[in-house]
Nanobody
Framework: QVQLVESGGGLVQAGGSLRLSCTASRRSASINAMGWFRQAPGKEREFVASIAWTGGIYYTDSVKGRFTISRDNAKNTVYLQMNSLKPEDTAVYYC???????????????WGQGTQVTVSS
């Protein structure tokens, strides 16, 4: 079993920045892509960004130009740099991992515990 451990959430003012990190407990042949989802109060969990170990990257439209996903294969770690944060970005952010970019964007095999991001106006 692979565990995903997130860090980096917190409270920030609108326009500020945060960087989230997610590290997989071990390398696994079943993980070829990792990503981030978020869930705001009263809303469904939504896809934010994903990256494949081979480099393919996807973003949801609302974060394009503000968020950047990157990876460190040697550390089994994925990062989400969030700039120009808005109050509507407030949510619990979840790390996810799966066998492919397609799967990680829809039904990931592994989930982290979540980290709270709060953006004040």
């Amino acid at each position: 079993q692979v565990q995903l451990v997130e860090s980096g959430g917190g409270l920030v003012q609108a326009g500020g920045s945060l960087r989230l990190s997610c590290t997989a407990s071990r390398r696994s042949a079943s993980i070829n892509a990792m990503g981030w989802f978020r869930q705001a109060p009263g809303k469904e969990r939504e896809f934010v960004a994903s990256i494949a170990w081979t480099g393919g990257i996807y973003y949801t439209d609302s974060v394009k130009g503000r968020f950047t996903i990157s990876r460190d294969n040697a550390k089994n770690t994925v990062y989400l740099q969030m700039n120009s944060l808005k109050p509507e970005d407030t949510a619990v952010y979840y790390c996810a991992a799966a066998s492919s970019t397609t799967v990680v964007r829809s039904t990931p095999n592994y989930w982290g515990q979540g980290t709270q991001v709060t953006v004040s106006s």
